[in-house]
């Protein structure tokens, strides 16, 4: 979704078996971006590429591209600004995974299950850890005994300023001043 100008709308999340496990990762528009027509994207999860790891692993490429072996995936988010990367990695016990990120971009990872090693020399990360990587960083990753699920985010960064005030990001105060207005005056696309 790019909420661009202004978008409402409703996430109805489904359970299965019981239950549920998502993240919500919003992408900062640049300023010359901020209001332009909102857009809706829905993706199946039958559109995300799978790529299977030669250890056993594998690698949902979501945004941006993935390649090892010879083999270029390209995931379903393209064609924004900011250029970013989502890949969703299950790793099996001590199984390894590696990936050049570009020195452009600001990157992490987030492991939601098992626990890793990461790094050169390898320092172990936990469950739940969010791990800021440095620029240009091969990451290296080694699941525990229990193996491992983690997602990597990479994006450009802007070199703006940041104003939130509830669901709302801009550049300035004013700006934010100017959403709220808009939403009170139902200004904004229903989806």
Same mark, same amino acid.
Request: charged content about 20%; hydrophobic content about 40%.
């Given at each position: ?94 199984? &390894?995974? !590696? @990936? *050049? /990120?570009?020195?452009?971009? %600001?990157?992490?990872?987030? #492991? ?62 004013? &700006?934010? !001043? @100017? *959403? /709220?207005?808009?939403?009170? %005056?139902?200004?904004?696309? #229903?989806?």
């Amino acid at each position: 979704m790019t909420a661009g100008r202004g978008i409402i709308h409703s996430e109805m999340p489904q359970q299965v078996s019981g239950a549920m496990r998502g993240f919500q990762l919003w992408i900062n528009l640049p300023a010359k971006e901020k209001m332009k027509p909102a857009g809706y994207q829905d993706i199946q999860v039958e559109d995300i590429p799978k790529q299977a790891l030669t250890n056993g692993g594998s690698v949902k490429i979501i945004a941006g591209t993935y390649a090892a072996d010879g083999k270029t995936v390209t995931g379903p988010i393209q064609g924004i600004t900011t250029a970013p990367l989502f890949f969703d990695v299950q790793l099996p016990p001590n199984g &390894e995974f !590696e @990936q *050049a /990120i570009s020195e452009e971009l %600001n990157a992490f990872i987030y #492991i939601y299950e098992g626990g890793l090693e990461i790094g050169d020399p390898l320092k172990s990360a936990p469950k739940q850890a969010a791990i800021v990587l440095g620029e240009g960083d091969l990451l290296k990753a080694k699941a525990s005994l229990a193996g491992a699920q983690f997602i990597v985010l990479a994006a450009l960064p802007l070199h703006e300023p940041i104003v939130q005030y509830g669901p709302f990001v801009m550049n300035t105060r004013a &700006e934010i !001043e @100017q *959403a /709220i207005d808009d939403y009170q %005056n139902n200004r904004f696309v #229903i989806s």
